[in-house]
């Protein structure tokens, strides 16, 4: 059987903990700055746990994470 291959925008995007949580970034904060204020872009540059419902999805993106698959 071949190899599966892992998703490269997916492999950029997020970032899996040691212990198996998927990170991402917050939306918000690539333009119109300006108008936004100083706590707001703060807080937009944390990183923030994938969803339940999102987790499965990003996991196909990346066959050979090392995290547990939820059900």
Same mark, same amino acid.
């Given at each position: ?20 949580? +998927? ?9 119109? $700055? ?7 872009? &703060? @807080?937009?540059?944390?990183? +923030? ?9 990003? $996991? ?7 995290? &547990? @698959?939820?059900?």
């Amino acid at each position: 059987m071949p190899k599966m291959k892992t998703h490269r925008s997916g492999a950029k995007r997020y970032k899996i903990t040691a212990g198996g949580k +998927i990170l991402r970034r917050k939306a918000g904060k690539g333009h119109l $700055l300006q108008h936004k204020s100083a706590s707001r872009k &703060r @807080k937009l540059s944390s990183m +923030i746990e994938v969803s339940d419902t999102h987790r499965n999805l990003v $996991l196909k993106e990346l066959p050979y994470a090392k995290c &547990r @698959k939820s059900n």
